[in-house]
C-alpha cells in the first residue's frame, strides 16, 4: 500500500488532540498532535489525489489514522493541498489576494463523513486574477507553507520562493500575500532533460541529483544561471548550444562527468531564467526566504547567492506543519 | 517502404546530368536534373539517417533513383543533410565559421560505393566554435539552403531565419555565413503542449495547425510574441500562467475554440522568446529572410511584422535545390 506508520503506541488516543494532513498530488502525509501542538505519530501513503476518487478520500484517512482515534468524541483533521482541489475530495474554493494567511481557515470547507470519529476541514488555496494574463496564477498546498511563516511572526513581510516542479514565490506584506508567480521551472528542466535532443548530452537527472557538490559541476550550474540571469533573451538559444557544446568542445571532460556538468549547466539555465523574472523586483539587502527540502534549497541558495541575494531556509515539513497548526488555532 | 517516384519515363535517362538529394533525419528526397538545372523527375522515401545503418545507404538512393541512370558512365548526386553526419553514411566534418557558401563542395566527402553508377558528394554541415559556452553551435541541412540565397545573388548579406524544431538564425555578409544561432522553439513547444502540465489546457498542435485564421487565435498568438519580445524574463511564469488563465479566465471562449486561443498563446510565447534572442540586433529597415514551408513561415512573418520588423519569404524546397545546384556547378 505504500504506506508508513511510524507510531501505534495505545497511549496515542489518550494525547491526541487534533490531526495535520498534507494531502498532495501523489502522496498524503498526516501528524498527530497533542494538546500542546506537538506531534506524537505521524504516518504516510501515497494515496494522492491522482489515485484517489471523491468518495474514497474518508476511508483512506482512516486507514492511516483510524488506531490514533480516541474511542469517542470528535478529532479534528486540518487538511491542506490538492484533497480541497475541483478533482478531489471536496473544493475549497481559492481565496483570491490579497489574503491573511491567519485567515486561510475561514475558507475551508467540511466534507460529509460517514463516521462521526472526525471532522475535516479542508483548507482553500490562493488565486490571482488582475485583468492581463500575466496575472492569472493559483497555488494550492504552498499557502499553508507560507503560513507557517505566519504562525511566529504575525506580521511577516518579505519575499518567499518554494522552488519545486512548479515553483512559487510570493510577497508577503504584513502577514498577507498581496502576490505570487508560478515559474515552470522544474517541469521544464525534466523535460528537457529526458526527453528533447539534450537528452544524449545530459546525465539523467536522478543520477545528477549530487552534483553541485562536484567543482565543475557548481562552475557549469552558477555559470549558466548568471548567463541567463543577465541575458533571458539568450535561453532557447544556449539549450542548443549546450547539445552543440557537448558535440565541439574538447575542453569537456569525458564519461559521466561530461554528462553530470552538462546536466548542471541545464539546470542553472532553468533556474536561470526563472531568478531573472522572479528577482526583477527582489530586495538585495532583506534576504529571501526559501521554503522546501534541503537539496533544491541548497541549489537555489548557491544560485540567489551568486547574483547578490541573500537567503534564509525553512525546511518544507517545518512549514506546513507550522502552519496546519496556524489554522486549527484560528477554527478554535 | 513510404516512397514516392514521381516521374519513371524511359527520357529520363537520356536527359538526365544530375542527382540532387536532401537526406534528412527522417526522410529523403532526391530531384534528376538535366543540362540546363531544371528538374525532371523527383522521388522520396521515409528512410531518413535515423532508419538505415551505413551501408544501406547506396542501396537506398539506388532505389529511389536508380530507374532515372543512363546504361553506361557516372552520374553525380550532390547530398546534403544528415547523410553526412556522424552517424549516418559517411562524416563530412563540419566546416567552422566564417564559411562561403559557393565554397560547401570544397568540404564534400565521397562515399566508397559497390557498383560505379553513381558518384555521390556528402556536403558538409557548419560549426561555430569561439570560447564561450553561447557561441557553440551546429547545423547540417541548412546550409545549403542559405546557398541557395547565394545562388542568385553571390554577395547576399542580411539576416535568414530558417524556422523549425531547431530553429536557425544566420547571418550573412557578402556570401559567406559569419554567426548563427539555433533557437529549440519548435521543441520547446512540442514538449509543453503534449507532456507539460499546458497539455490540459492546449488543443494539440495537429488540430491548431491553421489556427491563426482565427481573429481570437491571431490576437493571442501576437499578444504573447509581444510580451515575451518586451520581457523574456517571464516566459517560465507565463508558461504556467496559461495553465491558470484557463482554470480562472471566464472571458475565455469554451470548447476547442479555448484550446486553440491557448495553443496560440503557447506558439506565441516560444516564438516570442525566439525573437527576443534573435532580433536584438536586428535590423528594422531590411527585411529578415525566412527560408520555410508556407505554413510556419506565415506564422513568423505575422510575428516579426508586429514587432516591426520586414520579412521575405522563400521556399524552402527552392533554397535546398539552389543550394545544391549551387555546389554541383562549384564541383565541374
Not at 27 to 46: C, E, K, M, T, Y
Not at 261 to 287: F, M, Q, T
Request: with cysteine; charged share 20%; hydrophobic share 40%.
Amino acid at each position: 500500500m505504500g504506506s508508513t506508520v511510524m507510531s501505534e503506541t495505545p497511549e496515542i488516543a489518550h494525547q491526541l488532540t487534533w490531526i495535520a494532513v498534507d494531502w498532495g498530488s501523489s502522496n498524503l502525509r498526516a501528524w498527530g498532535l497533542d494538546q500542546h501542538d506537538q506531534v506524537i505519530a505521524q504516518a504516510s501513503s501515497d494515496k494522492g489525489m491522482l489515485a484517489l476518487k471523491a468518495d474514497e478520500y474518508e476511508a483512506e484517512l482512516l486507514r492511516l489514522v483510524g488506531d490514533w482515534l480516541p474511542a469517542t468524541g470528535t478529532t479534528k483533521a486540518m487538511v491542506c493541498g490538492m484533497a480541497g482541489a475541483r478533482q478531489g475530495w471536496l473544493e475549497a474554493a481559492y481565496l483570491p489576494v490579497p489574503t491573511r494567511l491567519d485567515q486561510l481557515s475561514q475558507g475551508a470547507v467540511t466534507p460529509t463523513l460517514t463516521g462521526d470519529q472526525l471532522g475535516v476541514y479542508l483548507l482553500p488555496g490562493l488565486s490571482q486574477t488582475r485583468g492581463t494574463a500575466i496575472h492569472f496564477d493559483v497555488m494550492r498546498g504552498e499557502e499553508t507553507q507560507l503560513a507557517g511563516l505566519v504562525a511566529d511572526t504575525p506580521d511577516f513581510t518579505g519575499l518567499a520562493c518554494l522552488p519545486g516542479t512548479h515553483a512559487k514565490w510570493a510577497t508577503l506584506e504584513a502577514g498577507a500575500v498581496s502576490g505570487f508567480s508560478t515559474y515552470l521551472t522544474g517541469e521544464l528542466y525534466q523535460l528537457l532533460a529526458n526527453q528533447s535532443v539534450l537528452k544524449h548530452s545530459v546525465l539523467s537527472p536522478s543520477a545528477a541529483r549530487d552534483d553541485l557538490n562536484d567543482a565543475a559541476c557548481r562552475e557549469a550550474f552558477i555559470s549558466a544561471v548568471s548567463e541567463i540571469h543577465q541575458a533571458p533573451e539568450t535561453f532557447s538559444s544556449r539549450l542548443f548550444g549546450l547539445r552543440a557544446q557537448d558535440l565541439l568542445d574538447g575542453r569537456l571532460p569525458a564519461g559521466d562527468t561530461r554528462g553530470a556538468v552538462l546536466a548542471a549547466r541545464l539546470s542553472g539555465l532553468a533556474i536561470g531564467l526563472e531568478l531573472a523574472g522572479a528577482c526583477r523586483e527582489c530586495p538585495s539587502d532583506k534576504p529571501i526566504t526559501l521554503i522546501g527540502n534541503q537539496t533544491l534549497s541548497q541549489r537555489y541558495t548557491l544560485a540567489l547567492n551568486a547574483m547578490g541575494y541573500q537567503t534564509q531556509h525553512v525546511d518544507g515539513d517545518t512549514a506546513v506543519l507550522a502552519g496546519l497548526r496556524l489554522a486549527h488555532r484560528a477554527l478554535k
